[in-house]
């Protein structure tokens, strides 16, 4: 031995003690980090929740190749809820491979709520979304975790106080707007895509809203008033929706979705930027002025000067970045909620007469008048209605997160998937929204079924999550929901009936939120 110690230079005595060292320690933390989680199991009686049946047991690439082109031609989520039924109809629990990792996918009740509530401090948001996300939304509330989102979220409630919410006079331009434009495409050949016109609305509110100058992409009535910001609008709304339709992919697929150059991706980014950043800095400018901004002298329907939200926010000790990447943020639930919300609505209304019968009712007792925030909240069908809606077709079907310390979920494991489950840290969990809505256990056998009376009698809690749950609950969905049924209330004053003209199997249009696949297209009566 001390021979062969000889023959060796210092040097490489050294690297081969270092080597053993590092060998013993990473096994020594290994060993450890077992016995820890051995601890844990035994604890907690968690089981092991069944493995998908893969044919490509290593890196589960007969998912990822199916979940590619269900992307890409439909019925993604169908598929998804379908993969639940092989293990039976009370596992709501079960382990697939992702790309070579082992996730968990659940739609529990009692999981989602220890994930998004009573452990919601042990998730976070997975490293894809906002690898995904950051580039065009920055660091904003949906791409944050720990203090940072505790900062962003701090900054934006504030904005979505009832004075804000209840406001419904910039929601009725853009409303009116809306039917001046389904009206004068209706005369011209008769079928609307109202899907395809409820995210021009919404983008024009929401930048209203955000911006206190709308994009005007709806565009009535102009005559070349105002025509090149219009088209810069336009533009705007292009780049926004393909930025958003990528980064739909890049979140579900991961860096495969990047491999190769997407110049369009770059541009597209780059004008969603240019072009928020010019109200920005304006804003900017005039507060630094001492102006309060270009509507000053614009008021409200009771006298009051009209809300916007960046001048508030360039009210706040915070750069021109993190505005930007607030706004961007609230515009993308701004847009696609609430558009997403209403072409659901109206493809189902399109082909269920007696609930539009219902809601149309309803909608005649107000008399024609505009109905207030009041009224909205007290229409208890057209509630229940959207209630519907969102329960068979939740705007956000799908999420995720990442366990960022070894922890448990209360069911799931053993046969009967009523055990506890252990969670190895780094595992990421995909909790299916849609699934859990159409569970036959939870909402009865008509679970399927588009049925608003059940709203009647239920109480639902943590089986119904439209808008999420817990401290990252969205803190727009009032907004969301009152501009939906003011927008609903007044298409049923200005027509008398919906007729369906597509007969395409319905699906949904998945990005970053759900549409319906192929739009909504109608013919409109006009009353």
């Known amino acids: 031995m001390s021979t062969l110690i000889d023959s060796h230079s210092p040097i490489t005595l050294a690297l081969l003690a270092l080597t053993s060292i590092y060998i013993i320690y990473h096994l020594t933390l290994t060993l450890i980090t077992a016995h820890r989680r051995r601890i844990i199991i035994q604890k907690h009686n968690c089981k092991p929740p069944p493995s998908y049946p893969h044919t490509d047991p290593i890196f589960g690439l007969d998912i990822f190749f199916s979940n590619a082109r269900l992307a890409r031609d439909g019925f993604f989520m169908e598929t998804v809820f379908s993969r639940y039924k092989l293990f039976g109809p009370s596992i709501y629990t079960f382990t697939q491979l992702f790309l070579g990792s082992r996730i968990i996918n659940t739609a529990s009740p009692e999981n989602i709520k220890a994930i998004l509530a009573t452990q919601f401090k042990e998730f ?33 409630r504030p904005n979505f106080a009832r004075s804000q919410v209840g406001d419904l006079e910039t929601f009725e331009g853009h409303v009116g707007r809306l039917v001046e434009r389904i009206k004068g495409e209706g005369e011209r050949g008769g079928v609307v895509d ?49 930025v958003t339709e990528r980064m739909g992919v890049e979140s579900r697929v991961g860096k495969l979705a990047t491999l190769f150059p997407d110049k369009r991706m770059d541009e597209s980014i780059k004008f969603v930027h240019e072009y928020i950043g010019g109200y920005i800095r304006k804003t900017i400018e005039l507060r630094k002025a001492g102006v309060g901004g270009e509507k000053d002298e614009e008021k409200g329907g009771q006298g009051k000067k009209r809300y916007v939200f960046l001048e508030e926010l360039a009210k706040q000790d915070i750069g021109e970045k993190k505005i930007q990447d607030e706004l961007l943020n609230i515009l993308l639930a ?103 809505h159409r569970r036959k256990d939870l909402y009865g056998e008509d679970a399927d079924e588009f049925r608003p009376e059940r709203w009647e009698t239920l109480r639902p809690s943590w089986q119904y999550l439209p808008f999420n749950g817990g401290p990252r ?29 597509d007969d395409a199997p319905f699906t949904d249009f998945l990005t970053l939120t759900a549409a319906v696949r192929g739009g909504v297209k109608v013919v409109m009566i006009p009353a």
């Open 473 to 501: 609950i969205c803190i727009g969905q009032q907004f969301a929901l009152t501009e939906a049924a003011f927008t609903t209330v007044r298409l049923l004053q200005a027509f008398k009936g919906v007729e369906a003209r």
């Open 334 to 436: 701004g847009r696609d909620t609430t558009a997403g919300l209403l072409s659901y609505l109206f493809y189902v209304l399109a082909r269920r007469k007696d609930v539009f019968a219902k809601l149309k009712a309803e909608v005649d007792a107000l008399g024609g008048e505009r109905p207030s925030f009041e009224q909205l909240k007290s229409m208890k069908y057209l509630q229940y209605t959207l209630n519907e809606i969102l329960r068979l077709h939740p705007i956000v079907p799908a999420n995720s997160r990442v366990c960022v310390t070894d922890t448990t979920l209360p069911v799931g494991g053993g046969p009967d998937g009523k055990s506890p489950i252990f969670v190895k840290k780094g595992t990421q969990i995909n909790y299916q929204v849609y699934v859990m």
């Open 194 to 242: 109202l899907q395809r016109l409820f995210f021009m609305l919404t983008m024009d509110s929401a930048t209203e809203f955000l911006f206190g100058k709308s994009s005007d992409v709806l565009g009535v009535g102009k005559d070349g008033e105002g025509e090149e910001e219009r088209e810069r609008g336009v533009k705007f709304q292009t780049a926004f929706t393909y």
């Open 124 to 156: 976070e948001l997975p490293p894809r979304r906002k690898r995904a996300f950051r580039p065009t939304f920055g660091h904003g509330i949906f791409t944050t975790d720990g203090r940072e989102w505790e900062d962003s979220r701090a900054l934006l």
